[in-house]
């Protein structure tokens, strides 16, 4: 059974960095893209980062980039999501998704940027 597990969000005041932690399993991890998503209230859900199986690609949205940092360690099944010099539009519940699985998502991760 898939399973994805957020985790490391908080409040934080602008200009500040948090890291994020996503925990998967029930997949074969290293073969799949994996992606952050945000969801800000009243708005749909997008895409923020990606990146390949093996880690050598990434690909971010234009709105976080030179700022936020997608990785994974295949070893430990986790991907994480380092966000430096944060504004409160990046104030959302953060999501990890595993491309081969679209429709299996984890509980989500609150950020808040705020002064």
């Known amino acids: 059974q898939v399973q994805l597990v957020e985790s490391g969000g908080g409040l934080v005041q602008p200009g500040g960095s948090l890291r994020l932690s996503c925990a998967a399993s029930?997949?074969?991890?290293?073969?799949?893209?994996m992606s952050w998503y945000r969801q800000a209230p009243g708005k749909e859900r997008d895409l923020v980062a990606a990146?390949?199986?093996?880690?050598?690609?990434?690909n971010y949205a234009d709105s976080v980039k030179g700022r936020f940092t997608i990785s994974r360690d295949n070893a430990k099944n986790m991907v994480y999501l380092q966000m430096n010099s944060l504004k409160p539009e990046d104030t959302a519940v953060y999501y990890c998704n595993a491309h081969s699985y679209p429709g299996y998502w984890g509980q989500g991760t609150q950020v808040t940027v705020s002064s």
């Open positions: 990146i390949t199986g093996a880690g050598g690609s990434t």
């Open positions: 029930g997949f074969t991890f290293r073969r799949n893209v």
